[in-house]
């Protein structure tokens, strides 16, 4: 019987969670409902901890209504949203198609914007670097999130990770080993320090800042989903003007170039994948 209750109060769970998604995007047009439900229920119960509500229903009503409150949650939702090599095809194209323009560049400027706590960035760091391009690249990494940064900068990662981290790294094309790449320790694992060396950390707010000028690829994968179509709009025409002729750009699955203002103005190299390059006749 205990039992029985117990799993009501699951499934009711799991339906305010639902209904609180729903309202989010039918208020504010940020679409979190196809992102990893574990996930967002922990962040979710975990704001529901500290903010002293009863239920999620009761937060909903404040989400609704109290704009900072809902940037709270956002922030929560942001954090950790990420892994080293995601969508390990991405990579994969990433070394087959831009790689060897990559390569004709005496010089290279990568910005990863919306870098969250770094995965993604070393992932690229390792890719540059098994091809040659490490040296001569410099790589800005960007976020609004203060804390996300310093936890980027340090690259360390629970070592329960690794077993798919090697797993994406291995499916992306990789081409030595991903162990070569860390030492555990504890229960962490500490990336290769010199992954650093051509990376610099820094505070941008996509919605807020500036173009990030003369860049030859701008990454910025799983963030745009956070936005609505207008904002959407405003930060693609951002990542244009970041992009020297010629440049690419690389945005997260759930994501798309082609219902923007900008959509003509790019080639694309990879529909499923969302890779584009800035024409050089615009």
């Known amino acids: 019987m205990i039992r029985d209750c117990n799993s009501n109060y699951l499934e009711s769970k799991d339906i305010e969670i639902q209904l609180l998604l729903e309202a989010i995007y039918l208020k504010y047009g940020y679409d979190f409902r196809d992102y990893s439900k574990a996930h967002l229920k922990r962040r979710i119960m975990h704001r529901l901890s500290v903010s002293g509500f009863e239920s999620i229903s009761q937060m909903q009503y404040q989400i609704l209504y109290d704009r900072t409150f809902l940037e709270n949650l956002l922030t929560d939702f942001s954090i950790n949203v990420t892994e080293m090599f995601r969508d390990p095809p991405f990579y994969k194209v990433f070394r087959q198609e831009v ?10 400027k990568i910005w990863h914007a919306g870098c969250s706590s770094g995965e993604e960035v070393y992932s690229m760091a390792i890719l540059l670097k098994e091809e040659g391009l490490y040296e001569r690249t410099q790589i800005y990494a960007t976020d609004f999130n203060v804390e996300v ?10 070592i329960d990770d690794i077993k798919d981290y090697t797993y994406n790294y291995q499916q992306s094309g990789g081409l030595t080993s991903f162990a070569d790449y860390y030492i555990a320790k504890y229960d962490s694992v500490i990336l290769d320090q010199s992954l650093k060396d051509k990376i610099i950390f820094a ?5 807020t800042d500036g173009v990030f000028g003369e860049m030859h690829v701008v990454i910025c994968r799983n963030v745009l989903i956070y936005f609505n179509r207008e904002l959407q709009n405003k930060v693609f025409k951002l990542f244009y003007e970041s992009l020297r002729k010629g440049g690419f750009l690389g945005i997260g699955t759930k994501e798309s170039l082609r219902f923007s203002n900008h959509f003509e103005k790019f080639k694309v190299i990879s529909e499923d994948l969302n890779i584009y390059q800035k024409k050089f006749e615009v």
Do not use: R, S
């Open 99 to 108: 790689i060897p323009v990559l390569k004709t560049y005496p010089f290279i």
């Open 149 to 158: 940064l310093a936890k980027a900068k340090q690259a360390i990662y629970p």
């Open 203 to 207: 505070d941008h707010n996509l919605v």
